[in-house]
C-alpha cells in the first residue's frame, strides 16, 4: 500500500481547509472558523509526503571511526532501532503498521 504521490498542498479557501494532491483529489480537513487548529493541521498533512521521504532517507549514519552505521535518532547500530525509536515509530504509523 502506497500513499498518494506529492507534493500535497494546503487550501485555505473560505470557511475550510483542505488539502490537494497533484492529481486534483483533495482531503477535506475541516472548519477554518471555528477550529483555527485546522489551518495548522491542514499545513501538516500537506507536508507528509515531504517529511516521510526524509525519515525513509536519513535512517542510518555512517560513523567512519567505528566503520559502522547508527540511527541518529534513537543511536542503535544497523539494522536495530530501540523500540522506542521516534524515526521507527513515526515512520511504521505513516505507513499504518501500527495501527
Ligand atoms: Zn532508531
Excluded at 500513499?3 to 494532491?21: E, F, M, R, S, Y
Amino acid at each position: 500500500m502506497t500513499h498518494t504521490p506529492g507534493p500535497w498542498k494546503a487550501n485555505l479557501n473560505g470557511q475550510d481547509a483542505k488539502v490537494i494532491c497533484p492529481d486534483g483529489r483533495c482531503f477535506d480537513v475541516g472548519d477554518i472558523v471555528y477550529h483555527k487548529d485546522n489551518i495548522a493541521n491542514a499545513y501538516l498533512i500537506a507536508a507528509v509526503p515531504e517529511l516521510l521521504e526524509a525519515l525513509e532517507a536519513v535512517e542510518w549514519v555512517y560513523e567512519r571511526e567505528y566503520e559502522e552505521s547508527y540511527c541518529p535518532w534513537c543511536l542503535s547500530i544497523k539494522p536495530y532501532h530501540a523500540p522506542s525509536c521516534l524515526r521507527l515509530i513515526a515512520v511504521r504509523k505513516a505507513k499504518g503498521a501500527l495501527s
